[in-house]
C-alpha cells in the first residue's frame, strides 16, 4: 500500500524563509524630542535542516504500522511524505498506487489527522455540523453523509456532545472531532499523527480500539505516530523506529523486541540515593536514572539486566550501594519502549 525508496527530506535553513526581510523600527522610544532611531535586524543565516535520510519501508494493504522515535526523529515529515503534503528532495515511492510526484492524487487516497492545530474546524457549528458538511463539501449525498457522520460520531464517542458548538467543547472533544472528521470518507489510507495525546484514559483506549479494529476491518491501512511505545505496542502489526531522520529499524512488536531476549528489566524507586560507589557489575547492561525533584528525595531506576539467577540481586545491591533505601522493586520482561529508548541510547552514544 506504501512503497518508499531513499526517502529523504531537508528543510531549508533559515537564511532562504528570511532572506531580504529587514525589521525595521521608527519613531520616538522615549519621550525626547525629535528622536529619531531605526533598527535594522538582519537573519542570522541557518544551516539546511536534514529531517529525514535514506528511508525505505514498505506498508502491506491492511496493515496497522506504527511509527516511533523521539522528538525531531522525523516521524511528522514522514507521514506528511506519505500524505502529499511534502515533497521528498530524495527518494521514490507511492502510496495507494500513486506515485510520489502526484501529490494531489495521493492526497485523495488519504486521510490525514494532525493532534497541532484546529485544522479548520468551523467554530461557530456544532460537532456533528462540523463532520457532516464536511462530507457534503466532499461531495456526498445528504444521506451517506448523515450516516457516515452518525457512525464517525459513535466511533470517536461524541454522540452526547454532538450538538455542542466547537467553541464549547474541551480540547480533547475539539480533537476527536478532528479524528471523526478524518474517518467520513473511508480513503485507503489513514495516517494519524499522535491521535491520542491530550486524551483521557478511556477515550484513549476507545481511539486504539478504533485503530486496531473498526479501520482494519473497513479495509484501511493505518499508519499511526506515536510517543507512547507501550500504547502502539498493542495495536500495531507492525512499526519501524526513528532516530535523527534514519530509520532504525522495522517489525512486528515481537521481531522488535527480539534483540533482548535473555535480559530482564528491573524497576526501582529508592530514597536518598547518591551516586553507586560499588564497581558497576557485569550483569547491569543498561542504567537509567531519574531524580525526583521534591522533599522525599527520590530516584526511580531502570536498569536492563541479564536473565540470570544472580543479576537482581547483584543490580540491587549496586544501586544500593549509593546509601539509599529501596522503597519499591519490580522486575518484568523487556516491552517495546525498552527497545526504543535503549536502542536510541546505543545509536546517540555510537
Ligand atoms: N517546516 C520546517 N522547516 C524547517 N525544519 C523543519 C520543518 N519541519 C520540521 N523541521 C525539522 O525537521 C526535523 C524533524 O521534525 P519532525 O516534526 O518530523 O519530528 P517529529 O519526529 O514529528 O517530532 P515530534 O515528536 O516532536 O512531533 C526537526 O529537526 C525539525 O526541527
Ligand atoms: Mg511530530
Redesign the pocket.
Known amino acids: 500500500m506504501i512503497r518508499l525508496s531513499g526517502i529523504g527530506k531537508t528543510?531549508p535553513g533559515a537564511e532562504l524563509s528570511l532572506r531580504g526581510t529587514k525589521l525595521v523600527t521608527q519613531g520616538p522610544a522615549l519621550w525626547v524630542r525629535n528622536l529619531a532611531r531605526a533598527v535594522r535586524l538582519t537573519a542570522s543565516p541557518g544551516a539546511p535542516?536534514r529531517?529525514l535520510e535514506d528511508v525505505t519501508l514498505n506498508i502491506a494493504a491492511g496493515e496497522v504500522f506504527g511509527i516511533l522515535?523521539?522528538?525531531?526523529?522525523?516521524?511528522?515529515?514522514?507521514v506528511k511524505i506519505m500524505a502529499g503534503l511534502l515533497r521528498p528532495t530524495e527518494g521514490a515511492g507511492a502510496v495507494a498506487g500513486v506515485e510520489m510526484n502526484h501529490p494531489q492524487a495521493i492526497r485523495r487516497r488519504v486521510s490525514y489527522v494532525s493532534t497541532t492545530g484546529w485544522m479548520g474546524l468551523e467554530w461557530a457549528l456544532t460537532a456533528e455540523e462540523n463532520i457532516r458538511f464536511f462530507g457534503l463539501l466532499s461531495g456526498m449525498s445528504g444521506a451517506l453523509a448523515k450516516t457516515r457522520t452518525d457512525e464517525a460520531l459513535r466511533d470517536v464517542g461524541l454522540m452526547q456532545d454532538r450538538h455542542k458548538a466547537v467553541s464549547e467543547l474541551s480540547n480533547g472533544m475539539r480533537q476527536r472531532v478532528i479524528l471523526a472528521r478524518a474517518l467520513l470518507l473511508r480513503t485507503p489510507v489513514v495516517l494519524l499523527d499522535?491521535p491520542t495525546v491530550g486524551l483521557d484514559p478511556i477515550h484513549r483506549d476507545q481511539v486504539l480500539a478504533l485503530v486496531r479494529e473498526t479501520l482494519p476491518a473497513r479495509g484501511q491501512t493505518v499508519i499511526v505516530?506515536d510517543?507512547q511505545a507501550d500504547a502502539l505496542e498493542t495495536i500495531v502489526d507492525r512499526a519501524a523506529i526513528?532516530a535523527g531522520?534514519r530509520l532504525l529499524r522495522a517489525g512486528t512488536p515481537a521481531e522488535l523486541v527480539s534483540g533482548l531476549e535473555g535480559v530482564r528489566v528491573l524497576e526501582m524507586v529508592t530514597r536518598g540515593s547518591g551516586e553507586p560507589r560499588a564497581a558497576i557489575p557485569p550483569q547491569v547492561q543498561e542504567v537509567e536514572r531519574i531524580e525526583r525533584p521534591g522533599p522525599l528525595g527520590l530516584t526511580q531506576w531502570r536498569l536492563t539486566v541479564a536473565d540470570r539467577s544472580d543479576a537482581l540481586e547483584a543490580a540491587l545491591h549496586w544501586v544500593l550501594s549509593g546509601g539509599g533505601q529501596a522503597v519499591q522493586v519490580a522486575e518484568r520482561a523487556p516491552r517495546l519502549a525498552d527497545v526504543v529508548t535503549g536502542r536510541l541510547r546505543r545509536e546517540v552514544s555510537r
Open positions: 528543510f535542516v529531517a522515535g523521539p522528538n525531531g526523529s522525523g516521524k511528522t515529515t514522514l499522535e505516530v510517543h526513528l531522520g
